[in-house]
């Protein structure tokens, strides 16, 4: 048999694993190993909570420390700078961390550093596309977002909002990127193969702050300054169309952000939304099969939360403030500990499944839905 039908067999034979392990819910690499990475400063008060690097967890055995993969070096007598976001492909096996001034490119499974770069004006919560290939990344509260290359960094265009840039999502088909300014009502919708906007949702009854989508394009969910709870926007129409309080709780004064309500993430298969209170340090859930959402539940945390997303599986939400709780009972189930033991807590975080040492799937900072019909 020649070399030629022997390579075409083989891939034959490869692709039909493949499929049968699919099917039996397997990964056709092996055995997964699950792990949460957790970009750390994610917070201000770096040597309190998570020192300095990307911190790994062993999400199959109660959230161990694995390992500290080194990012940025500090000078002796200096503070290192706040990590802004964190993103990572399956596709490629890479996993990107931005700071207030530059943005770094890491092996997932090796944690080598493939490159790290600064960026005039700095960068903010970046987003990466489906296939892998580009990254979507804010310039620190500015005017516009830089489109680069994820491959090895290089900036291929800018997006020019105005809208003091913070926040980014890149929808599951890969066709739009949804911007989020720290200065406009408006969230700025921009397509991906022009790279310029082509539509605004809104306006909301003030500035967007963090901001999640559904795996449709039909939904968007923001949080917005001096509001405890969210609001609900039309991406296809571009109207606002709910605005949802939290009821039980009052408003009262903020470690971080300024915003009551910094925080908000759909399960996967979308039957909840989460939002953060960070007045009254808990996260409540809502039933998002109805529209408006409709409050079902609450959790009591050990510290002023600003972020909350979930993970791949929708079994477990994780909390910044380094509390992991199970979406099903609403119950803490573990609290993320350092090397050391210390307390660890991060807004910037997501978990990543291994197998025989490659990347099988990557999650997301956002919290978006996963349901594309």
């Keep these: 048999m020649s070399a030629i039908k022997l390579r075409f067999l083989a891939s034959g034979l490869f692709a039909l694993l493949c499929a049968v392990s699919l099917l039996r819910g397997q990964s056709p690499f092996g055995k997964e190993k699950r792990l949460l990475y957790v970009a750390s400063p994610g917070i201000r008060n770096y040597q309190e909570y998570g020192g300095v690097g990307i911190l790994v967890f062993d999400i199959d055995a109660g959230f161990r420390f694995v390992k500290r993969i080194p990012t940025w070096d500090v000078p002796p007598g200096e503070e290192p700078e706040n990590v802004k976001g964190i993103a990572a492909s399956a596709k490629t096996g890479r996993i990107y961390v931005t700071t207030i001034s530059r943005m770094m490119a890491l092996d997932a499974v090796t944690g080598k550093k493939l490159w790290d770069r600064a960026y005039d004006g700095g960068c903010d919560r970046l987003a990466i596309s489906p296939d892998g290939q580009t990254l979507y990344v804010p310039q620190l509260e500015g005017k516009l977002w830089r489109v680069v290359n994820a491959d090895a960094g290089a900036v291929i265009t800018n997006i020019t909002t105005q809208s003091g840039s913070h926040n980014t999502i890149c929808s599951l088909d890969g066709t739009r990127v949804?911007?989020?300014?720290?200065?406009?009502?408006?969230?700025?919708?921009?397509?991906?193969?022009?790279?310029?906007?082509?539509?605004?949702?809104?306006?909301f009854s003030d500035v967007i702050r963090p901001f999640t989508i559904n795996g449709s394009n039909t939904l968007c969910f923001v949080n917005v300054n001096g509001l405890l709870g969210f609001e609900v926007g039309d991406l296809r129409r571009g109207q606002k169309l709910y605005r949802v309080e939290v009821q039980g709780y009052q408003l009262g004064p903020v470690k971080r952000h300024g915003c009551p309500s910094h925080g908000i993430a759909l399960t996967p298969d979308e039957k909840e939304l989460w939002v953060v209170d960070g007045a009254n340090d808990a996260v409540h859930a809502f039933d998002a099969t109805v529209m408006p959402p409709k409050q079902i539940g609450s959790v009591k945390l050990r510290d002023s939360p600003g972020w909350v997303s979930f993970s791949m599986d929708g079994r477990f939400a994780y909390s910044s403030t380094g509390e992991i709780i199970e979406v099903a009972t609403k119950k803490i189930v573990a609290a993320l500990q350092d090397e050391t033991g210390r307390q660890v807590q991060s807004e910037k975080m997501l978990d990543v499944a291994v197998a025989n040492g490659r990347v099988v799937g990557a999650g997301n900072q956002f919290g978006v839905g996963m349901k594309q019909k």
């Excluded at 200065?183 to 906007?197: G, Y």
């Design 178 to 203: 949804y911007l989020a300014g720290l200065r406009s009502p408006l969230l700025s919708v921009a397509d991906t193969r022009s790279q310029r906007i082509v539509s605004a949702v809104g306006p």
